[in-house]
């Protein structure tokens, strides 16, 4: 059986049995164990694997860590088993402890679900406070695997390890950063997307206005959107965008599951309306979404078409223009910066539903 496979039969097994585990020294034969020789070590050979492993290294108390994995008579990793019940953050001081009292590079601090692996990537033979590899072994994705599969007895390499942990250390501090960027846009973050599709001078007012726009696209644009696009292909390669007027087009698609609004969309729509501004105030200027093009309509009146973005080709992609007896003209560009070269049409149709002009 593969490496992958016995990962996630180990996280089968968690999962049936986790309930029936009352004490550590349960969890660490159910759970723990498994892990160890699955990881390729022998637990029955004390050249491997030694459980209760004395940290005497010149300290004054003796302290013994729940299992120490070695290579050439050198400790190469220590593992900190806890109850499968306890949080393991209450715990990182003691494990931080051991660390400093072995010559490991690595620890890994452990319930037998929660699995958390350290290194000393801030300062030497001081254990960093945040793991460089974190996984729920009953939840675990393919490529924490395959992080995972680099500790294995027949490819373990320190060098090689350090070098990823240290990379996985800055990614894992991006995506926290993204995250809460995501979550609760920061204004910096927003000034950053803001100032690519408005041109004009980013008041307190106009930023107010735009947190709010990100925080929608955000939900919009993250939705599934993988899923999404690739459903939008299918249905590209199956039969050819039918050209339909706004009258006839359904004026609400959202229970459309195969709608999915991207982030390209969403760029597009943001530059028609940077251009359309000086001529129509941005609240009157909506899109509504279909499976084959995104329509910007005046007053969010699906009778006001200011223009169509057809982005979800595979190869092609096209801005439609409508005009006052709404036939569309449909233009190639080759990226969204090419809606600029049509700014005149975009305004004359802005212009024509517009019964408000900006000062």
Not at 168 to 189: G, R, T
Not at 283 to 299: A, C, G, H, K
Request: some cysteine.
């Amino acid at each position: 059986m593969e490496f992958k496979d016995l990962v996630k039969q180990l996280g089968e097994k968690v999962s049936k049995l986790k309930d029936q585990i009352k004490t550590e020294e349960a969890t660490k034969s159910a759970f723990i164990m498994p892990f160890i020789q699955i990881l390729g070590y022998d637990l029955f050979n004390p050249m491997e694997v030694v459980p209760e492993f004395i940290t005497d290294y010149g300290a004054k108390n003796i302290e013994k860590v729940d299992y120490a994995i070695f290579k050439d008579n050198e400790p190469i990793l220590i593992i900190e088993c806890k109850h499968h019940i306890e949080n393991l953050d209450k715990h990182y001081t003691q494990a931080h402890k051991y660390f400093h009292l072995t010559k490991s590079r690595f620890a890994i601090l452990t319930n037998g679900i929660q699995y958390n692996f350290y290194t000393d990537l801030d300062l030497a033979n001081k254990m960093d406070e945040k793991p460089f590899l974190s996984f729920d072994i009953t939840n675990i994705k393919d490529q924490k695997i395959k992080e995972l599969a680099k500790f294995h007895k027949r490819g373990f390499d320190i060098s090689s390890i350090l070098t990823t942990a240290s990379e996985l250390k800055y990614a894992n501090a991006i995506k926290a950063v993204f995250s809460d960027e995501l979550a609760n846009p920061s204004p910096e973050f927003t000034k950053f997307f803001a100032s690519r599709v408005y041109e004009g001078r980013l008041t307190e007012k106009v930023m107010i206005q735009f947190s709010e726009i990100f925080k929608k696209t955000i939900d919009q644009t993250f939705n599934d959107i993988v899923s999404d696009r690739l459903m939008n292909a299918i249905n590209q390669t199956k039969s050819a965008p039918v050209e339909v007027t706004p009258e006839t087009q359904p004026i609400n698609e959202a229970d459309d599951s195969r709608i999915a609004t991207t982030e390209e969309e969403l760029n597009g729509y943001y530059i028609v309306k940077s251009i359309i501004r000086p001529n129509v105030n941005c609240s009157r200027v909506f899109y509504r979404d279909s499976i084959n093009y995104l329509s910007i309509i005046l007053d969010d009146n699906n009778k006001k078409p200011i223009c169509r973005l057809w982005l979800n080709g595979i190869k092609k992609k096209y801005i439609g223009i409508l005009d006052r007896d709404k036939k569309e003209t449909k233009y190639e560009i080759t990226t969204l910066d090419d809606i600029y070269n049509y700014s005149d049409q975009l305004l004359e149709a802005a212009n024509f539903y517009s019964a408000e002009k900006l000062n």
